[in-house]
C-alpha cells in the first residue's frame, strides 16, 4: 500500500510530515487531507496563507488543499 505524506505549508516554511500514513491510493489520502483541514482550520486561523500538501514517497507533491478559500479565514 502506498504511503502519502501530509505536509502543512505557511507561505515558504513546511512543517514536513515525516511519517507519513499508509493509504490505498490518492482518493483516500485527498480524503484524510480534507478531515485534517477541517480539524486544524480553527486553530490555524490567525495564520497566513497555509495549505497541506501530499506528496507521495518520493517526495513529489501530488495535491494542495487551502485551508481557507477567497477571504474567509
Known amino acids: 500500500m502506498p504511503r502519502y505524506f501530509f505536509n ?3 507561505g515558504h ?4 510530515d515525516e511519517e ?3 493509504l490505498p491510493d490518492l482518493d483516500a489520502a485527498k480524503a484524510e487531507a480534507l478531515a485534517t483541514v477541517e480539524e486544524l482550520r480553527d ?8 495549505e ?7 517526495g513529489r ?5 487551502p485551508f481557507f478559500r477567497g477571504g474567509r479565514r
Open 61 to 65: 507533491r501530488l495535491l494542495t488543499v
Open 8 to 10: 502543512i505549508r505557511d
Open 20 to 22: 507519513g500514513v499508509e
Open 13 to 16: 516554511d513546511v512543517d514536513e
Open 43 to 50: 486553530e490555524l486561523a490567525d495564520a497566513g496563507n497555509i
Open 52 to 58: 497541506l500538501e501530499i506528496t507521495d514517497e518520493s
